[in-house]
């Protein structure tokens, strides 16, 4: 059975603070990893992972796959208390099918 | 663009009504996806369609549930008859059938009392 997994579940740090997320992941015929990020409305796309080893960057957010080991991380430096909210990993198998979603981490930054 | 757009927003309901939630998909996007978000089980895939016809249901969980694209601009989700452990927030979601990022509506919250 395909399956994503996230950790840690949940993380308090301080405003400032660098945090990193991790997404493991067992599935079979592996397209691309997402991260998205929630707050109290709906997911958001953050980025899109296809190849091994290059980082994708977005302002103070960046992600990184390595396909070999089967994870990701996604880094968060200089952390706001608006980055509070949960990240969600999540996995394509196949293009144009739906998303395998870990259970997410919920970020709290506090000021 | 609008984005994907749910209707209604909200929805309370007492057991054993019919629910009826609605989506308007991103113009040009091919596949649409229902999910279900809980605090025990997270985000769960439902069903979703490609161009219209319904690919993978094997995430609905069961013959109370039922979903509908009668056309690429809107869908339906129906729940008959509802119970208090469908109680959740459904989102919908498209995608452009070759790419891989999916945007969500601002999903639905259900009560089901």
């Known amino acids: 059975e395909d399956k994503v997994v996230q950790s840690p579940l949940s993380l308090v740090v301080h405003e400032g603070d660098t945090v990193t997320l991790n997404c493991s992941y067992e599935?079979?015929?592996?397209?691309?990893l997402l991260w998205y990020k929630q707050e109290k409305k709906a997911p958001t796309f953050l980025f899109m992972l296809t190849s091994s080893g290059i980082e994708k960057k977005s302002g103070r957010l960046s992600s990184i796959l390595d396909k070999k080991e089967l994870f990701s991380i996604l880094n968060i430096t200089a952390t706001q208390t608006g980055d509070s909210a949960i990240y969600l990993c999540?996995?394509?198998?196949?293009?144009?099918?739906?998303?395998?979603f870990g259970k997410g981490t919920t970020l709290s930054v506090s000021s | 663009d609008a984005g994907v757009i749910q209707s209604p927003r909200h929805e309370v309901t007492e057991m054993g009504q019919e629910v009826t939630l609605r989506c308007k998909p991103i113009s040009g996007h091919n596949s649409l996806f229902w999910y279900r978000q809980t605090m025990m089980r997270g985000l769960e895939l439902l069903i979703y369609f490609n161009n219209n016809v319904p690919i993978d249901d094997s995430g609905m969980p069961e013959d109370r549930f039922s979903a509908k694209m009668p056309n690429a601009s809107f869908s339906t989700l129906k729940i008959q008859p509802s119970e208090p452990r469908d109680s959740a927030v459904y989102f919908c979601a498209s995608s452009s059938q070759t790419g891989g990022e999916q945007y969500f509506g601002p999903g639905t919250r259900l009560t089901v009392t």
């Open positions: 999540a996995v394509i198998v196949q293009a144009g099918t739906a998303l395998i």
């Open positions: 599935v079979t015929n592996f397209r691309s």
